[in-house]
């Protein structure tokens, strides 16, 4: 008896099974160490936009030498392989917001010492599908880090979605940049600051561009991206 409510008072503080594999994992995150190994982090990337590099190329890629993003640096610990675009697309489409604390506990993990800036500033979805999703998934992973890091500053009201864009998951490149040019808005105050802004996956990077040249046409003098992964191919 005594054991029995031991085991789920355990199993109320640490999950006890796989967000993936649904495996009993005794542990604080509810993700198997097998499911972990399969996540590729992303380690030899450019250091301004995070696109893996060539393991003999090392510094900045050739898309960065030719045309430095707007963006001061992007940090992207993983690549967006099979496992984590599983848990990613449950979290972004399928309502599992409860996948916010692992997907930030994995997150500070993998980049251990974060960069000090003066604000986060969660990438705003257009009014119209944050009410159709429920939640901004870019906030909640902003939220879920500043609860492990309270001397983060959020800053959600810096930048505003000022029209509605279409959805960009199967458009090119260039399509998405024409997409989004003008879709944000920064509002002022943002003169000198250091800002990262949180988003989840980064893809082509026209987002990332995007709010980097709101945020710096209203004078924020550092803009970094902070997300999850990286595309492998960010030109496809
Ligand atoms: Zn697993
Ligand atoms: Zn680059």
Same mark, same amino acid.
Request: proline share 4%; charged share 20%; glycine share 6%.
């Given at each position: 008896? #005594?054991?029995?409510?031991?085991?789920?008072?355990?199993?109320g503080l640490f999950p006890s099974y796989c967000s993936l594999c649904k495996w009993h994992c005794p542990g604080p995150l509810p993700l198997c160490q097998d499911c972990r190994n399969e996540l590729p982090a992303n380690e030899h990337a450019c250091r301004l936009c995070a696109s893996?590099?060539?393991?003999?190329?090392?510094? #900045? $890629?050739?898309? $960065?030498l030719q045309s430095p993003p707007t963006f001061d640096r992007a940090i992207a610990p993983w690549l967006y392989g099979e496992y984590l675009a599983c848990l990613?697309?449950?979290?972004?489409? +399928?309502? @599992?917001?409860?996948?916010?604390?692992?997907?930030a506990d994995l997150w500070l993990q993998q980049v251990a010492d974060p960069p000090a #800036?003066?604000?986060?500033i969660p990438v705003p979805?257009?009014?119209?599908?944050h009410w159709r999703r429920g939640y901004n998934q870019a906030e909640l992973l902003a939220l879920a880090l500043q609860r492990r890091l309270p001397q983060l500053q959020l800053a959600t009201g810096l930048l505003?979605?000022?029209?509605?864009?279409?959805?960009? +998951?199967?458009?090119? @490149?260039?399509?998405?940049?024409?997409?989004?040019?003008?879709?944000?808005?920064a509002a002022g105050g943002c003169a000198n600051l250091r800002l990262a802004v949180v988003d989840d996956v980064l893809t082509t990077g026209a987002t990332a561009e995007a709010v980097a040249s709101a945020l710096k046409a209203s004078g924020a003098r550092?803009?970094?991206?902070? $997300?999850? @992964?990286?595309?492998? +191919?960010?030109?496809?």
């Open positions: 008896m #005594v054991n029995r409510i031991t085991g789920q008072l355990l199993d893996p590099l060539p393991t003999a190329v090392s510094g #900045v $890629c050739g898309t $960065c990613v697309h449950r979290w972004k489409f +399928s309502g @599992a917001r409860h996948l916010t604390t692992l997907l #800036v003066d604000a986060v979805l257009h009014w119209l599908r505003q979605r000022s029209r509605r864009t279409a959805a960009q +998951s199967t458009m090119a @490149a260039e399509a998405r940049r024409r997409n989004l040019t003008g879709a944000f808005t550092h803009v970094e991206i902070w $997300c999850l @992964a990286r595309t492998p +191919s960010p030109g496809d």
